[in-house]
């Protein structure tokens, strides 16, 4: 690595002390009962955070694809920062330094220009880009209940671990024939589910940017990749989101499920969301023509 890329990205040594615990502590389900109320609230738990992040942090927080009000915005960001993943405010600014920067020496998280294993999870833990870009995120910096967050993202964390170990405990208390423990909760509902959407989310900036394919010929080697397309609720649909990266919607064709735009539209019905953009029509041609 030369030194301009050890610049641009303040890549050097990296280690993370809580993401560590975070992967030690999954050990636990081997010394909890399983079942299906573990993988209940396994899936529970890693559907509520991927859509957190993809709906909240990327799409709305990073690129402003749709409107919502104040209340639910909080709602999105608290959720989102129940993942572990810092808060709304870090993220989108670091996310908007990547799009301005794709795949370039100034990417923060390039596998091309870094190497994997930086792209996958080096950066997150990488000490020299803990801080929030402000002057990235002006647009939300300005509400005070998401500069908290950004102060304190990890009560929110400790709180969701906390309630799920209760609420386990207590259905262990109240119905103890449906087979629930706090344990159980903890470890299958927030370390396990946690990690397996770390994983997941960190893909998109590593495989994404390696193994699918190149619908749109954009200045950044983003691929779409159905595996990630399925399991981060739409975020595999990369290259088209890379193409247009405004748009809520990221599968452009039928049959690119994208879970998370779906999801929109149900709150959009609701009243809870509104003005959603989509592709334009000039794009989705283009994406036919190639």
């Not at 064709?253 to 999801?263: A, C, F």
Request: proline share 4%.
């Amino acid at each position: 690595m030369n030194s301009a890329s050890t610049s641009s990205t303040g890549k050097g040594s990296s280690f993370s002390t809580p993401l560590l615990f975070m992967h030690v502590c999954c050990a636990g389900v081997f010394f909890t009962k399983g079942g299906w109320p573990a993988f209940g609230i396994f899936i529970a738990m890693y559907l509520l955070h991927v859509f957190a992040l993809t709906a909240g942090y990327h799409r709305y927080f990073s690129h402003k694809s749709f409107k919502t009000s104040r209340a639910f915005q909080f709602v999105l960001a608290l959720l989102g920062t129940t993942a572990a993943q810092r808060d709304p405010l870090w993220w989108a600014s670091h996310h908007r330094m990547h799009h301005q920067n794709a795949d370039t020496e100034e990417d923060i998280h390039s596998p091309k220009r870094h190497g994997f294993w930086w792209a996958h999870m080096g950066w997150v833990m990488n000490r020299r880009l803990s801080e929030t870009r402000f002057d990235k995120v002006r647009d939300f910096a300005k509400f005070p209940e998401l500069l908290w967050l950004n102060r304190h993202p990890f009560v929110p964390v400790v709180i969701a671990a906390s309630l799920l170990a209760a609420s386990g405990a207590l259905l262990n208390a109240l119905r103890p024939d449906w087979g629930v423990t706090g344990p159980q909760f903890l470890f299958y509902g927030f370390f396990l589910s946690t990690v397996a959407v770390y994983h997941v989310t960190f893909c998109i900036n590593s495989v994404a940017h390696l193994y699918g394919k190149r619908r749109f010929e954009v200045d950044d080697d983003s691929r779409n990749n159905w595996l990630l397309g399925l399991l981060a609720m739409g975020e595999g649909w990369h290259n088209n989101h890379h193409r247009y990266a405004v748009c809520a919607r990221q599968g452009f064709r039928w049959w690119e499920i994208d879970l998370s735009y779906l999801l929109l539209r149900v709150l959009q019905w609701l009243h809870i969301v509104w003005d959603i953009r989509e592709p334009p029509r000039a794009v989705l041609n283009e994406g036919r023509a190639s």
